[in-house]
């Protein structure tokens, strides 16, 4: 199973990206997700989750009101849309699935946010 990310880059402050997470080897629609990201010198952190079924979401309070998570079940694909943008969202952002009994990761796609 791979979780590939794609769509990150650089991007001034006020800006706006979309990441998607596919995966191969599995179906994305079993599992909730989540998207996390790790900045320099930082632990990595959850920015957005998204469950099965219902599809609550979750995100954290750094992020409220400028990111969404989304699934796309007919594409098997997930997104996190970012707009405004700051400096300090600048990270690797990974993708993460997660079941009952697996986990999976994504290599990660690095976003960076000039000012």
């Known amino acids: 199973v791979q979780l590939v990310e794609s769509g990150g880059g650089l991007v001034q402050a006020g800006g706006s990206l979309r990441l998607s997470c596919a995966a191969s080897?599995?179906?994305?629609?079993?599992?909730?997700m989540g998207w996390y990201r790790q900045a320099p010198g930082k632990q990595r952190e959850l920015v957005a989750a998204?469950?099965?079924?219902?599809?609550?979401?979750n995100y954290a309070d750094s992020v409220k009101g400028r990111f969404t998570i989304s699934r796309d079940n007919a594409n098997d694909t997930k997104y996190l849309q970012m707009i405004s943008l700051k400096p300090e969202d600048t990270a690797v952002y990974y993708c993460?699935?997660?079941?009952?009994?697996?986990?999976?990761w994504g290599q990660g796609t690095l976003v960076t946010v000039s000012e």
């Open positions: 993460n699935a997660y079941g009952a009994t697996q986990e999976y």
């Open positions: 080897g599995t179906t994305l629609s079993m599992y909730a």
């Open positions: 998204i469950t099965t079924g219902t599809g609550r979401t």
